[in-house]
């Protein structure tokens, strides 16, 4: 069934939206995937804050139009699958690159961040991103550990005072 002007026009909205609030963007091919795989994609996309749609490249071109991924229209060619991060930057990447590890019909494109364009294969980089509370924890180790280590340097002062005095206690021990 073709889509009538104002439905195309509600895509390119939605998709624009998406991209303008995304913090990156994966596209892949998924072409000679099943409807099953489809629905297991967008279902494990759903639960990681990713806008995942397949949109028409002609209409994906405009939607991007204007936003921080407009660098991915050269890629936009055959059947595409749009990815955009919402909470977390890596989320999309890491999504697709897991389902592609046991589907070896989908096949990255290409991704961006910050309004560069990567490659394909360096899909693995942006997987690799820390959650928000990954950062936050790795902040946090780094933040305490100064007074982690100060606490144990007091700590150490009377241990060592106290094994002192056990060890010249157990000397006049042995010599009485």
Same mark, same amino acid.
């Given at each position: 069934?073709?889509?009538?002007?104002?439905?195309?026009?509600?895509?390119?909205?939605?998709?624009?939206?998406?991209?303008?609030?995304?913090?990156?963007?994966?596209?892949?091919?998924?072409?000679?995937?099943?409807?099953?795989?489809?629905? #297991?994609?967008?279902?494990?996309?759903?639960?990681?804050?990713?806008?995942?749609?397949?949109?028409?490249?002609?209409?994906?071109?405009?939607?991007?139009?204007?936003?921080?991924?407009?660098?991915?229209?050269?890629?936009?060619?055959?059947?595409?699958?749009?990815?955009?991060?919402?909470?977390?930057?890596?989320?999309?990447?890491?999504?697709?690159?897991?389902?592609?590890?046991?589907?070896?019909?989908?096949?990255?494109?290409?991704?961006?961040?910050?309004?560069?364009?990567?490659?394909?294969?360096?899909?693995?980089?942006?997987?690799?991103?820390?959650?928000?509370?990954?950062?936050?924890?790795?902040?946090?180790?780094?933040?305490?550990?100064?007074?982690?280590?100060?606490?144990? #340097?007091?700590?150490?002062?009377?241990?060592?005072? #106290?094994?002192?005095?056990?060890?010249?206690?157990?000397?006049?021990?042995?010599?009485?």
């Amino acid at each position: 069934m073709a889509l009538g002007l104002e439905d195309k026009k509600a895509i390119v909205a939605g998709v624009n939206e998406a991209a303008q609030n995304a913090l990156s963007a994966v596209i892949a091919d998924y072409h000679g995937l099943t409807v099953e795989q489809m629905t #297991t994609l967008r279902s494990e996309a759903r639960k990681n804050g990713v806008y995942l749609k397949v949109v028409r490249n002609t209409l994906a071109k405009r939607a991007v139009e204007g936003t921080d991924y407009e660098c991915l229209k050269e890629a936009l060619v055959g059947p595409t699958i749009l990815a955009f991060s919402q909470e977390d930057p890596g989320a999309a990447a890491r999504v697709l690159k897991d389902f592609a590890k046991e589907n070896d019909a989908l096949e990255v494109k290409a991704l961006s961040i910050g309004g560069k364009l990567l490659g394909a294969e360096q899909i693995d980089v942006l997987a690799k991103m820390p959650t928000l509370d990954q950062a936050r924890a790795m902040l946090m180790s780094v933040m305490i550990a100064p007074v982690t280590k100060l606490v144990r #340097t007091f700590n150490e002062f009377p241990a060592k005072i #106290t094994r002192a005095v056990a060890a010249v206690a157990d000397e006049k021990k042995k010599a009485a």
